[in-house]
């Protein structure tokens, strides 16, 4: 999930003209400069190390510039892209793999099964601190290894030539195909890795490129800082001859406002209106679309016990209770819905047809009253009259901006007692700040990695690298494996079963405060053909994008 995988179209964005050397093409300047993309970000990417990546921004710059076995298709429908061929086991635990000939790196250097068997290896290693080290726990020996019972080399992963490789997992994993999609799958060449050292991932200069884009060295490149950076076609691409952009730029857009008017003035393809008033100046515009965003703003509470208030069930009950979702919406963000769990809406269905949101749906509620009598509870039991919490969110979000200001009012006034400090920080201090469990309350968005409700369920399993908040809830623990273990992984019905129970525990420990499910509304060039638009976190897929006439 990237959580993410997570999402603003206003915080990415798409820069500086590309040479026409640097595509490797005859065309004209002019027919180059058509065929260009130009996007924008609200904050700017934080890695282009794959098995680092968590940040949305990050993960979208990547899908571009990178490629593993699998992607995602136009049709939102799991596609071959580096693999050839992928041959599964009955027993569902077995992928023999066998990798597209000719397959190369950006520097010209070949790419190899065992660049897949390093990747995967340094994802889990516990020294490389992945976020996502926990999406390869289906793979064998992978669990064992991130709690360092078992060293790197025993990961279900082998290399039998240069293009075959065979993939055992722990237990069948009926949506393994869609775990593959994520950056933490991809390869990753280890010769480059050890010339980079630790600055491997930190700039474009320091990165290697196996996708249909690249950066290309010096050349309007990414510093690790600037706000504009531009990518390029990848020559060395497989599939390079159906590449039909030149390439695509970006830039950091900070202000939504400034973002409409470059895309008004032809200078973005796509706008983020981020803002109620951005939607309602915008709504009737031709180019105006609204599309459903696999993404979902909850606070997390740090459960880790250096924050003691919030380790008493009947404070983060209060809280829960406090939360008026519906005025918060309606003050920050009318064209969101409220949630009550901790999956968004529209993401995936169980199996008797609802939506998952609906089927495995909590009785999350605002109740002032009870919330004042809960939080008075929780207060005696830690021998306190009155408590003070941080909440923090991205300065650079103005979603989150606003929902701050607003929750930290909506608390104190129904939580006599209750003193709210606000951290407003920027994007990328929010990242680490929850990746190193450095905070109290946080106001946090996740995107789908994948359309399953594991993708967002595995943030509270106890250990997991995406549990910031240090949850541990035996409850939802127990359910979460039942789940995603033989026998009743290969049951739909079970599964998802399994699915709702880990909702209710999560809801009846009070771990988290689902605040609610994004959509997108946003202004987008109709002359941008070949991006999907089946949600917006797929949006910024160029492989098969093309400007149009």
Known sequence: ????????????????????????????????????????????????????????????????????????????????????????????????????????????????????????????????????????????NASEIMTGKKPVDTLGIKAESDTKLVITLATPTPYFNKLLTLPAYYPVNEAFVKKMGNKYGTSSDTSLYNGAFKFVKGKNNWTGSNETFSIVKNDQFYDAKNVKLSGATYQIVNNPNTAVNLFKSGKLDVANLATPELVSANKKNKDYKALTSPRIDVLEYNQSGKVPELSNLKIRQALNLATNRKNLLEIAEPSFSITNTVTPKKLDQAPNGEDFATYAAQPYKYDAKKAAELFKEGLKELGKTSITLELEGANDNSFAKAAVDYLKGNLEKDLPGLTINEKLVSSAQRQKDAQNNNFQILLTSWGADYNEPSDFLMNFVSGSTMNHGLVKNPNFDKAYQAAT???????????????????????????????ATESVSLLLNPKLKGISTYNSAMIFDLRHAEITK
């Open 1 to 140: 999930m990237n959580k993410s995988k997570i999402f603003v179209f206003s915080a990415i964005s798409l820069s500086a003209a590309l040479l026409l050397t640097a595509c490797g093409n005859s065309v004209s300047k002019s027919e180059d400069s058509a065929q260009e993309a130009k996007y924008s970000f609200a904050s700017n990417i934080l890695t282009l190390d794959t098995s680092m990546a968590a940040d949305v921004n990050s993960i979208d710059v990547l899908l571009n510039v990178d490629a593993g076995l699998v992607r995602w298709n136009p049709k939102a429908q799991v596609v071959n892209d580096l693999a050839k061929s992928i041959d599964i086991s009955k027993d569902g635990k077995t992928y023999n793999v066998t990798l597209r000939d000719g397959l190369k790196w950006s520097n010209g250097a070949k790419l190899r099964a065992a660049d897949f068997v390093y990747g995967w290896q340094r994802t889990v290693d516990p020294k490389t601190g992945s976020q996502y080290a926990y999406a390869l726990t289906p793979v064998a």
């Open 485 to 515: 273990t033989a026998p009743d992984v290969l049951s739909a019905d079970k599964r998802y079963a399994h699915y709702k129970d880990a909702e209710n525990a999560l809801y009846e420990a009070a771990n988290v405060d689902p605040l």
